[in-house]
């Protein structure tokens, strides 16, 4: 369910009312707390910007009994913790998380930057990313979008981009694509680290130095991808502009970003309506939407459910992908406030 003080229950309660979803009720699990779920349907019903799902009619897992607005921060991240759990057990397929506030983490004493953490230390994960996946109303094409590095500062960037990070970071894409999306060859656009790619070591020489002749030896072994590099910040997200809102343009089929906001801001502006986060490289499926908890909006009944709508609808995708080359059934769990 996420932080309680959130939008996290709204959210849940109009996605899994959408026509959508509801076939999909008998597969979710809210892990949270029941009656913070059954006061928000209640006090939202007569004035929220779209239809709630009854909780009556959810499977919900009670989730200790906490004081939700003094420990909101513990309350999250008992969620997260037990669908962690559940799911690695062999319970559920995957989880969908709804956002927490990684300040009232850190006020309850759990040093993790974020649940994407927590996901790869419970599972014992070391390589793993944070991937952004829209699908675009105008024209069906997907946009995928992996991250290299994530929430550091921009100052950081450079120390921490390496050649075996940048490796690394392409093989958990290309699996994803496989594993996921079903999708054994096509087209990766990788981005530059400099204004115009260093333009030839004048503007900066990671490019020159390290991260073309890097993308150079993985695309000899690699012949079933189509790598183009390093394509300048600038102009890289035209493309895939072009083919969020026209049938006339093609997009790449993934897109390989270095740094955080390189990656979240085209994202954001095409998508973020539509945008579900995903982490790669765990176990088991996991999504979430692609906005915070929004304390501002929380209990008025206006918060857009489209993310956690479209984070429900990928999730059950990855799963259902996931399984063809398994033959696993299993459920899928979406933790509190119905994350």
């Known amino acids: 369910m996420g932080d309680p003080r959130g939008i996290g229950a709204e959210i849940i309660l109009k996605a899994l009312a959408h026509p959508s979803i509801t076939p999909l009720l008998p597969c979710l699990t809210i892990f949270g707390d029941r009656q913070h779920l059954y006061r928000t349907y209640h006090q939202l019903q007569s004035k929220a910007s779209a239809p709630l799902c009854d909780p009556q009619n959810l499977a919900i897992r009670q989730v200790g009994n906490y004081d939700l607005e003094r420990q909101a921060g513990s309350a999250s991240f008992a969620y997260l913790e037990e669908a962690i759990a559940a799911t690695l057990a062999g319970e559920f397929a995957g989880i969908i998380t709804a956002p927490i506030a990684k300040a009232a983490w850190q006020c309850a004493g759990l040093s993790y930057p974020g649940q994407t953490e927590l996901l790869a230390e419970r599972s014992g994960v070391r390589d793993f990313a944070m991937m952004f996946v829209g699908r675009s109303p105008i024209t069906g094409w997907q946009l995928r979008v992996l991250l290299a590095t994530v929430h550091i500062p921009l100052s950081q960037v450079p120390q921490v981009l390496t050649p075996s990070l940048i490796l690394q ?11 996921d999306f079903g999708l054994p060859q096509g087209s990766i656009a990788v981005a530059g680290i400099n204004p115009h790619s260093g333009e030839g070591g004048l503007l900066g020489r990671e490019e020159v130095d390290w991260l073309i002749p890097t993308l150079e030896a993985w695309q000899a072994e690699h012949h079933q991808w189509q790598l183009h590099f390093p394509i300048p910040a600038d102009t890289l997200w035209i493309a ?13 089929t993934a897109y390989l970003a270095m740094y955080h906001d390189q990656g979240l801001i085209p994202v954001k502006m095409l998508a973020f309506q539509q945008a579900v986060n995903m982490t790669v490289g765990l176990p088991f499926v996991r999504t979430s939407p692609d ?3 929004a304390f501002d909006i929380a209990g008025q009944g206006v918060a857009d459910a489209s993310s956690m709508q479209a984070a429900i609808a990928l999730a059950i995708e990855l799963v259902a992908a996931r399984q063809r080359h398994t033959g696993e059934r299993r459920q899928l769990v979406g933790t509190a406030d119905m994350a």
Do not use: I, V, Y
């Not at 895939?240 to 790449?252: K, L, T």
């Open 240 to 252: 895939p502009a072009q083919a969020w809102h026209s049938h006339q343009h093609r997009g790449h």
């Open 169 to 179: 970071k392409l093989n958990l894409l290309t699996t994803t694509l496989k594993q």
């Open 291 to 293: 906005h915070g908890t």
